[in-house]
């Protein structure tokens, strides 16, 4: 079992910055795979960013590609998404997630994501 929770979030003006962190608990946090995923009102919820189990490999949706970075700290049981040059288009309530496997590469799919935080709320002024 894995508990998630979001912080970080916030109100920043377009080109801004922020830094989100997701807090783990569970034994399993540092064997599985972790996403964030974004959904702005009205639509649905889409993968943004994702690191294997290990940290050793990143994988990004192609609107954050070279503007966000994900990384994780498996000793701290944390998970991070650096969000730089933030566009309004980038407003949305934040989710992190782990994965149902194990010792495995990320994936953009959320039906291979069994745990969820609660959400962090970014809002991107223009």
């Known amino acids: 079992q894995v508990h998630l929770v979001e912080s970080g979030g916030g109100l920043v003006q377009a080109g801004g910055s922020l830094r989100l962190s997701c807090a783990a608990s569970?034994?399993?946090?540092?064997?599985?795979?972790m996403a964030w995923f974004r959904q702005a009102p009205g639509k649905e919820r889409v993968f943004v960013a994702g690191?294997?189990?290990?940290?050793?490999?990143?994988y990004y949706a192609d609107s954050v590609k070279g503007r966000f970075t994900i990384s994780r700290d498996n000793n701290k049981n944390t998970l991070y998404l650096q969000m730089n040059s933030l566009k309004p288009e980038d407003t949305a309530v934040y989710y992190c997630?782990?994965?149902?496997?194990?010792?495995?590469?990320?994936?953009?799919?959320?039906?291979?994501?069994?745990?969820w935080g609660q959400g962090t709320q970014v809002t991107v002024s223009s």
């Open positions: 997630a782990a994965a149902r496997y194990q010792f495995r590469a990320a994936t953009s799919r959320p039906d291979d994501y069994d745990y």
């Open positions: 569970g034994r399993t946090f540092s064997n599985r795979p």
């Open positions: 690191v294997s189990w290990s940290g050793g490999s990143t």
